[in-house]
């Protein structure tokens, strides 16, 4: 027969509440919780240190480059306007090639009013622009970030060579449309201010990235201007998570009628 041998009483009560060895005294009175409570109290204590502060700003330049995106909407937009209005758009003339040009040239003046060098706002009152056009100017512009000392700053280096009264002949005619397609009439964005989702994404090797975690509709408006990197080479570190391809936006864009 075998033989249990008797387990300890003391044993019994550390093995059935192992918490009360945590709780035992040591020298000085105190228990070994309160012993280790009292090395955070250093936490609370002012050692004369404040919020971190960045170092000078690095400035990221993202450069507006219109890719085939910019075609494809005037084509699309085109095509939605001979379908709500026959009759205007055939007595207005209007083509996808003075579209595109006309979008290229609302992009330019927004690119020379972020970077001070454009002084025609009230002349660009008067022209009438597609909705989604305007939405997404007005999303592009300067960004700050203090707490990582960068700052974002949208340019154009081919600039439209479309002259104002070029653009306002296309201007009207798009305008003949205003009750047919969603347009709006002073809308270009005075504030250079820009969105940070935005302003955070770019095309790097055909696929939108971004520095951090953005909504979608940030990714569709970077592909659409067609935002890159300057210093791609610098920077495209920091621009850590991938979206979709810019083929795949461009077939979201023009099948879901954003005209």
């Known amino acids: 027969m075998m033989c249990v041998k008797p387990v300890p009483r003391d044993l019994k009560e550390r093995d059935a509440a192992p918490g009360k060895r945590e709780s035992r005294l040591v020298k000085g009175g105190h228990s070994m919780n309160e012993k280790n409570m009292d090395l955070g109290r250093f936490g609370s204590f002012d050692l004369g240190a404040t919020k971190p502060t960045a170092r000078a700003f690095d400035r990221i330049e993202v450069r507006i480059e219109p890719n085939s995106l910019l075609g494809n909407f005037a084509t699309a937009f085109i095509n939605e306007a001979e379908r709500k209005n026959p009759l205007t758009f055939d007595r207005v003339g209007l083509t996808a090639s003075e579209v595109e040009r006309y979008i290229y040239y609302l992009m330019t003046k927004r690119a020379q009013s972020i970077e001070g060098n454009s002084n025609e706002f009230r002349k660009l009152k008067v022209l009438w622009i597609p909705a989604y056009v305007q939405y997404c100017l007005r999303l592009v512009g300067k960004v700050t970030i203090y707490e990582e000392g960068l700052e974002l700053l949208p340019i154009m280096e081919e600039e439209s060579d479309l002259t104002f009264e070029e653009a306002l002949l296309i201007s009207d005619k798009i305008g003949a449309f205003h009750s047919d397609l969603q347009l709006v009439q002073d809308g270009m964005p005075r504030d250079p201010m820009g969105n940070v989702d935005v302003m955070s994404t770019a095309l790097i090797a055909g696929y939108i990235c971004a520095r951090k975690e ?41 099948t879901q009628k954003v005209v």
């Not at 659409?224 to 991938?242: D, S, T």
């Open 214 to 254: 953005v909504h979608v509709a940030a990714t569709y408006v970077c592909a659409f201007m067609g935002l890159k990197l300057q210093q791609e080479a610098a920077f495209q570190v920091l621009y850590r998570l991938r979206y979709d391809d810019l083929d795949y936006i461009a077939s979201v864009l023009t």
